[in-house]
């Protein structure tokens, strides 16, 4: 004896096969009563080629009490008497048949009106059995007994999900043998080392890649453009890889803004010129300056790891500020106390770069807190140890020492000036 349901089975294996009239091959062509009887020919069962003889074998049956197997018949042509189409009952009210030529090998539900006025009958195929037994050749009245594929669509998945789980395949024919509710199936499901392994989310997107193919990869490209996106305003120089890896983990696991940039920001690096983009290259320019101000030297690396922090949201600016401002205090212990209070090392050093520009003739760009004899005039150390910043006479006074100074106009003019004014003290001028 032959299972509907494995004959089901066969024949869904036939689906998107073209339609060709007279055709008997299931894979490459086939018509309506073709497909009935090469599949039940698989199973050992020989029935008539055509529509008008098929539908004498066995017995009739009546449409609440048609199971998986069950042949169902239709009048499709009313300019001709008698049936001239049938499909294999597939169970849930639906059948599976070769329409017409150019509509390939389909599923149908019996409620649909076109069928429904043209229902001619159903019939019984002696050789099938199905798990409600039939007493003195005459059809009994059974609950709907769902096939795997009717019972992966009951549970909210589709067949080709759950053949692509084993844990959940295998679950899925227990269920099928047992005609599980929605509730025994959930209980068992959450009893699975998938659900548990798995967050919701992730088990909603590998149902859904399974389930409806074209909507996971739409939400999947729709992912991978705001992954760029992302990528790009963060600054990030990311491969294609890592972009997708990063569409996905976005998917799967609902990654909020925080997790995203954390990924991002690992991808920080220079690109063209020595550069930095997006909200890394932003960080980059506000650490520089910042470290300018307070007459503290960093390097390209720390700069850059600076940023890849700021973005993956590992640190803040005020933190990078308040770190370069510790830095500034120890480099100029003399102003320690006035650089935490919020005084700027080139506010503090102003005065200084006015003397040094003034007296050396030097443009006022050439000259800030870096400059080696404001750094040591910033930096000097008493006698005992302590730091003694110049006075602005004292370093006035060093930098008229300076070699350079005797070259400029005003060491000439002053030269001038005190001749001028011995030779009046002489009585010669």
């Given at each position: ?83 001239d189409h049938v499909g294999i009952y597939m169970g849930g009210g639906r059948f599976i048949h070769a329409p017409r030529p150019g509509s390939p090998v389909k599923i149908s539900s019996l409620s649909e009106g076109y069928y429904m006025d043209r229902w001619m009958g159903g019939r019984r195929v002696p050789g099938v059995a199905a798990d409600a037994a039939s007493g003195g ?99 990030a120089i990311m491969s294609e890889k890592n972009i997708s890896n990063l569409a996905r983990n976005m998917v799967y696991y609902n990654w909020n803004e925080q997790q995203v940039m954390n990924y991002v920001g690992q991808y920080i690096e220079f690109g063209k010129n020595h550069v930095l983009g997006g909200m890394a290259g932003q960080a980059a320019r506000e650490i520089k ?141």
């Amino acid at each position: 004896m032959a299972r509907g349901e494995d004959i089901v089975e066969l024949a869904r294996k036939s689906l998107g096969v073209k339609y060709v009239w007279g055709g008997n091959d299931l894979r490459n062509g086939i018509d309506c009563s073709g497909l009935v009887q090469q599949v039940y020919r698989r199973y050992g069962i020989e029935l008539p080629r055509v529509t008008y003889d098929q539908i004498n074998v066995g017995y009739s049956v009546q449409p609440n009490k048609l199971r998986p197997g069950d042949l169902v018949f239709f009048d499709t042509d009313r300019k001709r008497g008698g049936p001239d189409h049938v499909g294999i009952y597939m169970g849930g009210g639906r059948f599976i048949h070769a329409p017409r030529p150019g509509s390939p090998v389909k599923i149908s539900s019996l409620s649909e009106g076109y069928y429904m006025d043209r229902w001619m009958g159903g019939r019984r195929v002696p050789g099938v059995a199905a798990d409600a037994a039939s007493g003195g050749g005459e059809a009994v009245e059974v609950a709907p007994r769902l096939d795997a594929h009717e019972l992966a669509e009951t549970y909210g998945a589709s067949y080709a999900f759950f053949k692509s789980q084993p844990e959940l395949w295998k679950l899925l024919n227990q269920a099928v043998e047992g005609q599980w509710d929605d509730a025994k199936w959930s209980a068992h499901v959450k009893n699975t080392k998938w659900w548990k392994t798995n967050s919701e989310t992730v088990r909603q997107a590998k149902t859904l890649e399974k389930t409806d193919p074209a909507t996971y990869k739409a939400t999947m490209e729709a992912a991978r453009v705001a992954a760029r996106q992302i990528a790009v305003k963060a600054g990030a120089i990311m491969s294609e890889k890592n972009i997708s890896n990063l569409a996905r983990n976005m998917v799967y696991y609902n990654w909020n803004e925080q997790q995203v940039m954390n990924y991002v920001g690992q991808y920080i690096e220079f690109g063209k010129n020595h550069v930095l983009g997006g909200m890394a290259g932003q960080a980059a320019r506000e650490i520089k300056r910042e470290a300018y101000s307070l007459g503290v030297q960093v390097s390209e690396q720390s700069v850059l790891n600076n940023a890849a922090y700021l973005v993956r949201g590992v640190t803040t600016m005020e933190k990078i500020q308040a770190s370069l401002r510790q830095q500034a205090a120890g480099l100029y212990p003399a102003f320690a106390d006035q650089i935490e209070a919020g005084a700027n090392v080139q506010q503090l050093a102003e005065p200084y770069r006015q003397v040094l520009a003034q007296e050396l003739q030097l443009p006022d760009t050439d000259i800030d807190a870096f400059s080696p004899r404001i750094k040591q005039a910033l930096n000097r150390v008493g006698s005992d140890g302590t730091p003694r910043p110049m006075t602005l006479t004292e370093f006035t006074d060093a930098v008229r020492n300076d070699p350079q100074w005797r070259r400029t106009t005003a060491a000439a003019d002053r030269a001038v000036g005190i001749g001028r004014q011995v030779l009046a003290q002489m009585g010669l001028v």
